[in-house]
């Protein structure tokens, strides 16, 4: 199995349920993660990664970390002085479309959305509210060309979309996409290597579907147009993703494991979890397993069953455990607190 691992946590796109299996496979397998500095969830994001931004990091005697998910912009020479390298680059795309609508609701206070009523509001006008200076800028316009590192307000060319594909793809050695979450797992666990447990999830920091709103076509068409270089990079890799599943495991084959993956899941949910799934944060009876509450988003969490051995409670808790509280105990394994 593959343990040097680079993910770049595309916003809003399944990436919290990715980092929650690569916690847990790195728990298990006592790996090292290349941690923000002082603990925090982000590694100085909005601004391009510096190695500098990772705990336990020295230029003098560089250490290498088996694993980089935490949030990030992506810049790959400062990355590679954390990692070995051998390490395997993924990442996650996800709709454009779906993801400004899932952007405009999580990140309402952003001062690009603050001001309008409607994400229809704000594509009647995008420029009378966006402005590209504005530090939270990135949330409101090609987010995932953001991520990647590009400038997302950059003029929108056959060569400028070819030249980022290529930069991408010299990059990272595969990319996911959300909107095929089984079949992206099937094709992790091939790539890297790993077995069927490893790449088992209970969906994370996922909302309410009543705070998801309907989208007419004629929105959908300005919200491609608005982030056309996020639109470009999307269906290039969406293409590749389906020519590699071709290629490598075929599609018959595909459909095995995925029925594998979900009779997996949904046994796993049967004792784990009590009632059939998600809860409103309200009905969260263990405050330590409460998601982050953010923007107009209300983040759906788990309750354990009661009474399960303890090592199965251990189990079920760790696929459960929303990020931020699962980044701080892996934190504070990592880097014990001194004694005073």
């Known amino acids: 199995p593959q343990t040097d691992l680079v993910f770049l946590k595309v916003h809003k796109s399944?990436?919290?349920?990715?980092?929650?299996?690569?916690?847990?496979?790195?728990?298990?397998?006592?790996?090292?993660?290349?941690?923000?500095?002082?603990g925090g969830f982000q590694l100085f994001y909005p601004h391009h990664f510096m190695a500098r931004f990772v705990q336990g990091f020295s230029p003098k005697r560089p250490q290498r970390f088996n694993i980089l998910c935490h949030h990030m912009r992506f810049l790959q020479p400062e990355v590679q002085k954390v990692v070995p390298s051998s390490a395997v680059y993924f990442s996650i795309l996800r709709n454009p479309v779906e993801l400004m609508e899932s952007s405009f609701?999580?990140?309402?206070?952003?001062s690009a959305f603050s001001h309008v009523r409607s994400l229809e509001e704000f594509l009647s006008q995008p420029h009378l509210y966006y402005d590209p200076s504005r530090g939270d800028s990135n949330y409101a316009k090609n987010l995932m060309t953001f991520d990647f590192g590009f400038n997302p307000n950059a003029e929108v060319s056959a060569e400028r979309v070819q030249l980022m594909v290529k930069a991408i793809e010299a990059s990272f050695d595969f990319l996911l996409i959300s909107e095929y979450f089984d079949e992206s797992m099937v094709l992790l666990k091939e790539m890297l290597c790993w077995d069927l447990d490893s790449v088992v999830s209970f969906p994370l920091n996922t909302r309410d579907s009543s705070t998801k709103s309907y989208l007419s076509d004629s929105v959908v068409e300005k919200i491609k147009d608005w982030n056309r270089l996020d639109w470009e990079i999307y269906t290039h890799f969406n293409r590749t993703f389906w020519e590699r599943i071709d290629r490598d495991i075929g599609r018959e084959r595909m459909e095995r494991e995925v029925r594998a993956l979900r009779?997996?899941?949904?046994?796993?949910?049967?004792t784990c979890l009590q009632g059939t799934g998600s809860v409103a944060p309200k009905d969260i009876k263990d405050s330590s397993l409460r998601p982050l509450q953010h923007g107009g988003a209300r983040i759906l969490g788990y309750n354990l069953k009661q009474g399960l051995d303890k090592e199965m409670e251990h189990k079920c808790r760790r696929l459960v455990t929303p990020e931020l509280q699962y980044s701080s105990a892996l934190y504070k394994k990592q880097f014990p607190p001194v004694p005073p």
């Open 14 to 38: 399944a990436s919290s349920t990715v980092m929650n299996i690569l916690f847990r496979f790195g728990e298990t397998h006592n790996l090292t993660f290349a941690f923000p500095l002082g």
């Open 105 to 110: 609701v999580y990140y309402k206070g952003a």
């Open 263 to 270: 009779e997996r899941q949904a046994e796993l949910a049967r």
